[in-house]
């Protein structure tokens, strides 16, 4: 009995002196290749750290360029900010790690990725003091909506908000 706890001692001990990497969680040793994003960049960038890219899209297709030979992880930092998408960002298979390896997408800071969009014209509601309304032609749904940076409510209906 006492051998056996000896041996289980001894295997945490030896455990907890180990690297964090010999467990596979530390991506910063890991990493073949990195690429970074940043939401203040100007266009054409190469995605490193002194020239970021300037949107996510950008990052995924250098990904995807490299991604057959990888020889280690990928990671992508996405910096601090917003990121306003026009589309989708799809991410497919070829998106995955191979060769064994992973694609890491991280933020830093506090990324924002936002397919929002500005609705203008705002005019109070007659006969209301506390009412707005605009027009929000193009919008399939709002779910959503800030003024001024803040999170503002959305009149109820017993109707879907659609973008009228």
Not at 19 to 36: C, I, L, R
Not at 66 to 76: A, P
Not at 84 to 113: A, H, M
Not at 117 to 136: D, M, Y
């Amino acid at each position: 009995m006492r051998r056996l706890w000896i041996s289980f001692l001894s295997f945490f001990i030896i455990a907890a002196l180990l690297p964090v990497s010999a467990f596979g969680e530390n991506t910063e040793s890991s990493a073949w290749k990195e690429f970074y994003v940043s939401a203040g960049a100007p266009a054409g960038g190469n995605g490193t750290q002194s020239s970021p890219f300037a949107t996510v899209e950008q990052a995924r297709d250098a990904v995807r360029a490299v991604s057959d030979g990888m020889q280690g992880d990928i990671i992508v930092n996405i910096g601090p900010g917003y990121y306003y998408l026009e589309n989708t960002i799809d991410f497919t298979s070829v998106d995955s790690g191979k060769n064994g390896y992973r694609v890491i997408y991280r933020g830093e800071g506090q990324p924002v990725l936002s397919g929002g969009r500005t609705i203008s014209g705002f005019s109070p509601v007659p006969g209301s003091a506390n009412l707005w309304q605009a027009k929000a032609e193009g919008f399939e749904r709002i779910r959503e909506l800030y003024v001024g940076g803040r999170k503002a409510d959305i009149a109820s209906s017993e109707h879907d908000m659609v973008g009228t």
